[in-house]
Each structure stands twice: as C-alpha cells, then as structure tokens.
C-alpha cells in the first residue's frame, strides 16, 4: 500500500491477556518507529529499528513490552499480562533513511493507530 | 532535544490565515524544528520544517526569528479540514534514533 498500514484498528482485551500489534511501514523504508499515545496528550516514543535491528528501546515501560521485526519490514508490538494502563493507541511510523540520514528522507509517516482497550 | 511550549488551544475563521507560534528559547545550533499535526482518530502528519531559513511549502510556511527561539506556523487560508492537534518539535538533524518527543500541542479549531 502507499502509507502505514497497522492492524487491527481496535482491539479490546481482558486485563491479563497477551496482544499482538502489527505494523506494515512503507515499502523501502528503513526505519521504524513505535509510539504510545494516551487519551488527551502527545505520542511518546517506544523504540525505534533500523531494517531488523531495534536501536532504541529505551522509552518501552515495562518488561511486559516486546517488539521485534525480523526480516526488516513488518514489525510486531507485543503486550503480556495487559493492564488497564496499557489503554492507548499505539502509533507506527517508518521513515526512508536511518536516523543520521538525509533530513528530506529522514520524516517520519504514521498509520492511524491501533485503539487498545483493556478491561 | 530542546523543549517546546505552544498554546494549549487557538480559534481562526474559515479562510483567514492561521498563526500558530511555538516557543523553543534553549533550541541549539545543530536542532531543526518541525511541525506535525494531527486530526482526530488519524496517526500525525509531517508538514514542515526548517532550521533557521523560513520555509514554505504546499501545506504551510514556517516562519523561524532570527535568534530561533521561537517560530511560527502559517495556514495561509484555514479550511474546516485543518481542525486538528499542532505539534511542534525540535530535534537534531542526525541524532541516534530520530526518535519525535512530542508535547502537548495546540488544538486548532477553524470555525465557519
């Protein structure tokens, strides 16, 4: 497809239940970017990738947080044992060049986010 | 990364320019500012940035003072479908991961 593509755009899951979020970023693009966005504020950085190697981890809150891209291009955000503070929207973008690159090539494009609601 | 502050929320009439501003007084040197926004239930999207020149491009103009502690957003003619969350964000060109920090934004509502 032409932008991000994450899946699914809702998910509810019962408090203690594992997910799965998925993010197809923009063919070629070679960095990948997670964000956790609550109810009212700002997106807040998660970890980044370049191609299959996660650089950055630093902003993931807890150990129950998992990301991974394998081949390089479609990524997987896991939650275990969800919380009720897990409800936000998880945000996925890629850019075209890793993060010392051209700044032209270096924006960031976003999907639309998945809705997670824990009960 | 500088941070940034920004009105919490601006008004601006269907087809008058919207000015948005943003202040970044501890931006350094090598720091670009940015602006994104963000529509309601849609994921943020890039419109602009520069360092110190101002820019302008098919979406807005952004406009940098000379000691680029603070900038301004320009929507030269605000339509209803520019209602939406103003972030502005400074970060190095060529940082480690490029990661965004975001703030809290300025929520834009263009009224009829």
């Known amino acids: 497809g032409a932008g991000v593509s994450q899946s699914p755009r809702y998910k509810v899951a019962k408090r203690g239940q594992d997910v799965a979020l998925r993010c197809d970023p923009i063919?070629?693009?070679?960095?990948l970017f997670w964000y956790q966005q609550a109810l009212g504020q700002g997106p807040e950085f998660l970890t980044y990738?370049?191609?299959?190697?996660?650089?950055?981890k630093s902003g993931l809150p807890s150990d129950r947080f998992f990301a991974e891209r394998p081949e390089g291009s479609v990524s997987t955000l896991k939650i275990q044992r969800t919380q009720q503070e897990d409800s936000a929207v998880y945000l996925c973008?890629?850019?075209?060049?890793?993060?010392?690159?051209?700044?032209?090539?270096?924006?960031?494009?976003f999907g639309a986010g998945t809705r997670l609601s824990v009960l | 990364d500088a941070k940034t502050t920004q009105p919490p929320s601006m008004d601006c009439a269907e087809g008058r320019a919207a000015n948005l501003p943003c202040n970044h007084s501890t931006i350094s040197g090598n720091e670009y500012v940015y602006w994104y926004r963000q529509i309601h239930s849609q994921g943020p999207q890039y419109i602009i940035h520069g360092l110190k020149n101002n820019e302008t491009n098919e979406m807005a103009s952004l406009i940098i003072t000379e000691d680029r502690k603070s900038s301004t957003l320009i929507l030269p003619h605000a339509t209803l479908r520019d209602t939406a969350v103003y972030y502005c964000i400074v970060r190095i060109g060529s940082s480690n991961t490029g990661k965004l920090i975001f703030g809290q934004g300025t929520t834009l509502q263009v009224k009829p």
């Open positions: 973008a890629s850019s075209l060049s890793g993060a010392a690159g051209d700044l032209a090539k270096n924006i960031q494009y």
């Open positions: 990738f370049q191609n299959e190697a996660q650089l950055d």
């Open positions: 063919s070629g693009h070679v960095s």
